[in-house]
């Protein structure tokens, strides 16, 4: 089991930033230590999508609504992901979920969310 544990979001301004960051813990090495770790966005009612994404090996992917302007990172040491987002706008505003993938095992676990609201 991987436990995803988030923090960062909160309420700011359009144009603003804002950092998330997700932490995993749990038997990752026993699962693999090929993984995929990214962040997805939910607002109600909609499906949750694709925000960035990126491998331990280094490839990333980007949604094209935020390319540009968010920058996905990660310290494979301290097992963590990192969202930076700059130029925040406000149909940014969502639940923020992080998310950890293992593709040779099809093993995947969430995050709890945490809100990022950006106002005018």
Known sequence: QVHLVESGGGLVQAGGSLRLSCAA??????????NVMGWYRQAPGK?????????????????????GR?????DNAKNTV?????????????????????????YTSWG????VTVSS
């Open 70 to 74: 968010f920058t996905i990172s990660r």
């Open 82 to 106: 990192y969202l930076q987002m700059n130029n925040l706008k406000l149909e940014d505003t969502n639940i923020y979920y992080c998310n950890f993938y293992v593709p040779r095992v099809d």
């Open 25 to 34: 813990s749990g038997s990752i090495s026993s699962i693999s230590s090929i």
């Open 47 to 67: 499906q949750r999508e694709l925000v960035a994404r990126i491998t331990s090996g280094g490839d990333i992917n980007y949604a094209d609504s935020v390319k």
């Open 112 to 115: 709890q969310g945490t809100q």
